[in-house]
């Protein structure tokens, strides 16, 4: 291959506009170099490892490329595969996420404690102002062993359940890889990205904050490409992909006086109510919004008692009453017509 079409490569791989097969190849091709002394190499050897990502991705140029490199290149081959290992490195480096060093970074400061779950089962982790963490199984939290006069910060790899302390002279912050969650006294869920998942935030009491984390990343993050922050409420969850934070609901609500462990005084027994009614008493009770799209719908009555029942449970049993159907829209529900 010639220079021009490898910095070529490389430009596409650093900007993300490599194909697939492009991106493996220069993967492979990276950690060989890096796998490798140099001092126990032939520049024979350094000339085909630059020539192999270039010949996979284009097999028929494979004789061609090849003999054309080895003639011009062989009296630099040692010195061009070391700066081209450097320059792949600093690639690597710009496309690493940096977001739990730039925590260390920020708050070296403060005796700096890591646990890990390393059981089956969830653990409970309690910090210096009461407040816990429910950590998942495998996941990592990083917290300070005192928090800051400021502000309470922690960082965190993998799932886990906060309940949080109230101090609104000092929000606590929760980071990880993608995001950051900013409450003053709430409980929530926070997922890592893992294995196609997205990361995701969701509330069972109190309000968050949810930005993208731009310290992911060593390069300043244009304005147009970092999501929007989000305001998130009970029930509600945050999804983040592709530099985009999207609201929706979580997968099981639940009643805004479990949550808050208070008592009710709604009853989920009806006798001929009317579905207005109904989606009314449901929307106080999960603090979601629940509309018909359709004025005759909710003219219908229902019986049923939906005691002990989860909210989309709930839901099919009266839609399924009247043979109407339900969609989640953001963070609403709209019952409409099954046609």
């Known amino acids: 291959m010639n220079q021009k079409s490898f910095i070529d490569l490389l430009n596409r791989y650093n900007n993300g506009l490599c194909t697939e097969a492009e991106k493996l190849w220069v993967d492979k091709w990276y950690h060989n170099l890096n796998n490798k002394n140099f001092q126990d190499i032939s520049s024979v050897e350094l000339a085909e490892m630059q020539d192999s990502i270039w010949l996979k991705i284009n097999p028929a140029e494979e004789k061609k490329s090849a003999s054309k490199s080895r003639k011009l290149w062989p009296g630099f081959a040692i010195a061009a595969s070391i700066l081209i290992a450097f320059f792949i490195g600093g690639l690597y480096m710009a496309n690493k996420n940096h977001a739990e060093q730039s925590f260390m970074d920020a708050n070296e400061n403060l005796n700096l404690i890591t646990k890990t779950n390393d059981g089956n089962s969830p653990i409970y982790i309690f910090f210096s102002d009461s407040s816990k963490v429910k950590l998942k199984p495998k996941a990592t939290i990083i917290y300070p062993e005192s928090f800051a006069s400021t502000k309470r910060t922690v960082y965190l790899k993998g799932d886990a359940f906060f309940e949080v302390s109230k101090n609104r002279k000092k929000p606590f912050y929760v980071y990880n890889n993608n995001l950051i969650v900013k409450v003053l006294g709430t409980s929530f869920h926070v997922k890592s990205a893992k294995d196609g998942i997205p990361a995701q935030v969701a509330v069972r009491t109190g309000k968050v904050q949810v930005n993208e984390n731009e310290e992911s990343t060593l390069f300043s993050m244009n ?26 609901l979580v997968d099981k609500p639940i009643p805004l006086a479990e949550a808050y462990n208070v008592a009710t005084s709604l009853n989920y027994n009806f006798k001929e109510e009317s579905l207005k009614s109904i989606f009314e008493t449901l929307t106080e009770a999960y603090g979601i919004d629940i509309i018909s ?12 008692d939906l005691s002990k029942k989860g909210l989309y449970e709930q839901l099919d049993l009266v839609c399924g009453s009247i043979s109407s159907k339900y969609q989640i829209k953001g963070t609403s529900i709209v019952v409409s017509n099954k046609n």
């Open 223 to 248: 304005d147009k490409k970092v999501a929007q922050p989000i305001l998130l409420k009970p029930n509600q969850k945050g999804v983040f992909a592709n530099h985009n934070l999207n609201k929706t």
């Open 293 to 304: 799209d359709n004025e005759k719908i909710v003219g219908y009555t229902f019986t049923g």
